[in-house]
């Protein structure tokens, strides 16, 4: 039975779950490196609360109480009550694995692990905690109080019940399951990665300015974005990594990253949370960098 959630990073994807997960009514722990990063995090859930009050989604009361279910961290010895959690931070192996090999003593011996990582192989991360069969991959789309959709994803010792928990507590937060099996990037990244990378090899073609190339695909494609527009909202650290996994994962050189990719996030230009993308965020309206 879950009660309390804790959360390991509070970027953009820990925070829409740990808001999701406190209006649900779980008691949630929201830990982080820095008092900074959890203030800036706190900050945004309030203002993301506060939006669906305006919308008339919520009342106020509602985001009051849902707030107050939301503690800050940066000791991890605050996860030692938490039934489930629920690991979202930088998508790189290693911070991971570092994460897991600091939490896993913490832990109650029957709370569950679950990875937010977009691309990672669950099998190998399970396999790097002491808990492989209480290990699995709970998928988040981005952002979080918004989007319906949530993979699960099974590494090889993956036990039944905890993928019957991982389950029930997903619908919980009124969102809808799609199970995929454990390979690079698993379904929705695996198809929508490959079109953002080829966006950018569109852009570093010189095929089309960035306007162009979204414009061509919210109006010719019927996306609700553009891909670059997206790709600064996923962030292109995070864009770059899962193309890492597809084409380490895969060995296709179909899956090669675009230079162009590369470039952006060597200068820093990570997308909307870092100010600059494809877009600069910095003034009233974005304004394409290409
Ligand atoms: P982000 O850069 O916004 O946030 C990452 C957070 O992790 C930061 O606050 C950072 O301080 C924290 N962090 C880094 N190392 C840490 C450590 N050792 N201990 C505790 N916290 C640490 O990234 P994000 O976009 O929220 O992505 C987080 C995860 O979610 C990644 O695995 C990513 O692949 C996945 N994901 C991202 C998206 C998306 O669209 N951005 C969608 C689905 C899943």
């Not at 740990?18 to 203030?39: F, K």
């Not at 918004?146 to 919980?172: C, H, N, P, Q, Y």
């Not at 090899?201 to 095929?207: A, C, N």
Request: charged share 20%.
């Amino acid at each position: 039975m879950i009660k309390n959630v804790g959360i390991v990073g509070a970027g953009q994807m820990g925070c829409g779950i740990a808001h999701v997960s406190a209006l649900a009514g779980y008691t949630v722990t929201l830990y982080d490196l820095s008092s900074e990063r959890i203030e800036a995090g706190l900050a945004t859930i309030n203002g993301n609360l506060a939006r669906q009050v305006s919308n008339g989604k919520l009342t106020d009361e509602e985001r009051r109480d849902t707030l107050a279910r939301i503690s800050g961290s940066v000791d991890v010895n605050d996860l030692a009550p938490t039934d489930l959690v629920i690991e979202a931070a930088t998508e790189d192996e290693s911070v991971k694995r570092k994460i897991f090999g600091k939490i896993c003593p913490v832990l109650k011996p029957e709370a569950l692990l679950a990875t937010n990582t977009s691309s990672l192989s669950i099998t190998r991360l399970a396999a790097s905690t002491d808990r492989p069969e209480q290990f699995m991959g709970i998928h988040f789309m981005n952002p979080v109080p918004v989007m319906k959709l949530v993979e699960l994803v099974r590494g090889i010792a993956t036990g039944e019940k905890t993928f019957k928990t991982a389950k029930d507590f997903v619908a919980s937060l009124d969102k809808t399951v799609t199970v995929a099996e454990d390979f690079p990037a698993f379904i929705v990244n695996r198809i929508l990665l490959p079109m953002i990378n080829e966006a950018i090899y569109t852009l570093y073609e010189g095929v089309g300015s960035v306007d162009a190339i979204d414009t061509a695909m919210k109006l010719g494609a019927n996306h609700p974005m553009g891909p670059l527009q997206l790709a600064d909202f996923i962030g292109l650290d995070t864009c770059l990594s899962i193309m890492q996994v597809l084409h380490d994962g895969l060995a296709d050189s179909k899956y090669r990253p675009c230079p162009l990719l590369v470039k952006y996030v060597e200068a820093g230009w990570l997308g909307r949370k870092s100010g600059r993308g494809f877009y600069d965020y910095r003034g009233e309206v974005p304004v394409p960098t290409r």
